[in-house]
């Protein structure tokens, strides 16, 4: 499992080049006009983590296969897209199909890139795009409640549960809150998540600085920061510009290039870390001579349905999962050591998974 996160934001914010640069590609018309993103493009990308080489290099893995993530850049929005301004209503259906949102803020000065509303000011550019997706949701809300009446009346206790739930969502949206400020009770998760509110994903907001501002961010920064924490919300601050130019130099150069900047990371292990953060999302391994491969994973999954990501004859037919926790199998050196050492664990269907365990599911067909 991996997860789609849809970038969006105001037009000449810089999220077509954040999209290039993560992807690798050409796919998305980076250029200084509004609405250069006419389809949403979409690029899946591999998950950087280090831990899985290290495994795959013990284990002499013949391959690596890294769990991956797809992101979806949707064309930019403008003040008064949910009446169909701009490029309107097609593009907010496209953020309905996201796990969680990426809101790229622009947090730069440059003169040759002209800003939609003729001012820097990312947290106004925020509360513009928010409160568009406030106003389409409660759109979605009243057509969707109207056309529940009948079966609600009619004791249907599936309609029932979704008329609750949009009753609850158009109060908070009328009190001028996003849906994702509704407290949702267990029993109602699954039905909240089908009902697809825009407000009501995980937002990350993604700070695109100056170059010179990559490695400490600036003023504007945060403003967003401050923004994010009264919210609840994620932040990342990436200079676009940057990410694109390491997407075409080659490892050994593209680290040195970030040394150079101040900086530890690419912006992309940064987003992904944070967008797994967001969603509560962890990794475990399966590990052999013929390959070596990341799964991702909701925190807190039992041990079958982890088992379930790679097939779902494995989640019906569990048995048993040989566990090895991930240092364990660094320390000593590979599946065999570990054995002799006595710490490969054998666990039931109640266990629950933790991040970078190394897996062997035992399973009937």
């Not at 970038?7 to 250029?31: D, E, H, M, W, Y």
């Not at 950087?48 to 795959?56: E, F, G, N």
């Not at 699954?190 to 501002?213: F, G, H, M």
């Not at 070596?292 to 925190?299: D, V």
């Amino acid at each position: 499992m991996g997860f789609k996160m849809g970038i969006v934001g105001l037009p000449n914010v810089g999220k077509s080049t954040l999209f290039n640069a993560l992807t690798r590609t050409a796919a998305a018309q980076a250029a200084n006009f509004p609405f250069c993103t006419i389809e949403p493009n979409v690029g899946e990308v591999a998950v950087p983590d280090a831990r899985l080489d290290k495994l795959a290099a013990i284990s002499k893995s013949k391959t690596t296969i890294p769990t991956r993530m797809t992101f979806v850049d949707i064309a930019g929005l403008v003040k008064g897209a949910s009446r169909g301004e701009g490029l309107g209503n097609q593009f907010l259906a496209n953020i309905r199909e996201c796990d969680a949102i990426a809101h790229v803020l622009r947090c730069f000065e440059d003169g040759d890139i002209t800003h939609v509303s003729d001012r820097i000011d990312p947290v106004a550019d925020a509360e513009t795009i928010e409160t568009e997706l406030m106003l389409a949701d409660l759109d979605s809300i009243e057509r969707r409640r109207a056309g529940l009446v009948r079966k609600v009346r009619g004791g249907e206790k599936d309609a029932a549960q979704q008329d609750r739930l949009l009753a609850a969502a158009q109060e908070v949206l009328e009190a001028g809150k996003p849906a994702r400020s509704v407290q949702v009770a267990e029993d109602d998760r699954r039905a909240w998540r089908l009902l697809q509110l825009l407000t009501s994903k995980p937002i990350l907001y993604v700070c695109n600085v100056a170059e010179e501002d990559a490695a400490t961010g600036n003023a504007q920064s945060e403003r967003v920061r401050a923004m994010a924490a009264d919210q609840g919300a994620g932040i990342v601050v990436i200079s676009a510009k940057i990410e694109e130019e390491i997407s075409q130099l080659d490892p050994d150069e593209a680290e040195m290039f970030l040394t150079e900047l101040g900086l530890e990371e690419a912006g992309l292990d940064r987003l992904i870390r944070a967008g797994y953060e967001l969603l509560g999302l962890q990794t475990y391994f399966t590990v052999g001579p013929k390959e070596a491969r990341a799964w991702t994973i909701p925190a807190g999954t039992p041990a079958p349905q982890a088992a379930g990501v790679i097939h779902g004859d494995f989640e019906k037919g569990f048995i048993r999962a040989e566990t090895i926790a991930f240092d364990d199998f660094i320390t000593l050196g590979g599946e065999t050591a570990v054995k002799e050492a006595g710490k490969m664990r054998i666990e039931g269907k109640t266990y629950v998974v933790k991040d970078g365990d190394v897996l062997h599911f035992l399973f009937n067909t």
